[in-house]
């Protein structure tokens, strides 16, 4: 037997994405890149620990608006918006499987440049292409205004300015751009969401996705 994919090496470890055996090699330069693989294939969770260990942090002029500051401690302030726009993409992920970072850092690219342009007085919208990046655009533009909304009743008003949003979404964009791999299929700056921003349990219990159709 010769591995599926390159037809030539003999086939020695099993893979979920596929439901049978390929070589080590080809899960290495595939892996992320023409397998979409599910997050709890061991092969996958080592290769993400051994890119997160030998990781070296992006130089600033690589960040999303790299003249932009943003403080600790706004990050703080603002930590229970901030905990809102990740709530919106981890429910989002419940129904939306084919949802990978390039998608996600799409999404948040758009719609802080709508927020940008929001705080010069000027309203500019232009939500990604994609289809998936498209529908999760709305769903965090709805969670924030739901946000706001709900300040508001409680408080009389909203704290929150256009400029808020857009520093926090530039600040997960910066995340998202630090924790991602850079291949096609990668899914660990969803995963990097998922460890820091638990959903309830009746939402993150979900069946877990073993093969990928």
């Given at each position: 037997m010769s591995c599926p994919i390159c037809g030539k090496r003999p086939p020695k470890r099993f893979c979920p994405a596929k439901g049978e055996k390929i070589c080590p090699v080809c899960c290495g330069q595939e892996r992320e890149v023409t397998i979409d693989c599910p997050v709890d294939c061991p092969h996958l969770i080592a290769g993400h620990r051994y890119e997160a260990e030998h990781r070296k942090p992006a130089p600033p002029q690589d960040f999303p608006h790299p003249d932009l500051q943003i403080?600790?401690?706004?990050?703080?302030?603002?930590?229970?918006?901030?905990?809102?726009?990740?709530?919106?993409?981890?429910?989002?992920?419940?129904?939306?499987?084919?949802?990978?970072?390039?998608?996600?850092?799409?999404?948040?690219?758009?719609?802080?440049?709508?927020?940008?342009?929001?705080?010069?007085?000027?309203?500019?919208?232009?939500?990604?292409?994609?289809?998936?990046?498209?529908?999760?655009?709305?769903?965090?533009?709805?969670?924030?205004?739901?946000?706001?909304?709900?300040?508001?009743?409680?408080?009389?008003?909203?704290?929150?300015?256009?400029?808020?949003?857009?520093r926090l979404l530039v600040f997960l964009l910066r995340v998202g751009k630090q924790e991602t791999n850079g291949r096609p299929l990668s899914r660990a700056f969803l995963e990097f969401l998922r460890a820091r921003f638990p959903l309830p349990s009746e939402v993150a219990h979900e069946p877990p996705r073993i093969i990928v159709p």
């Open positions: 403080s600790p401690d706004f990050v703080y302030e603002r930590w229970p918006l901030l905990t809102a726009i990740a709530t919106a993409i981890l429910r989002f992920t419940v129904e939306a499987k084919e949802l990978h970072d390039a998608e996600i850092l799409s999404a948040l690219e758009a719609l802080a440049e709508t927020y940008r342009t929001l705080g010069t007085g000027i309203y500019y919208e232009r939500p990604p292409d994609s289809t998936v990046a498209r529908a999760l655009y709305g769903q965090i533009s709805q969670f924030v205004q739901d946000f706001r909304k709900n300040e508001a009743e409680r408080a009389g008003f909203s704290s929150v300015k256009d400029g808020d949003v857009f």
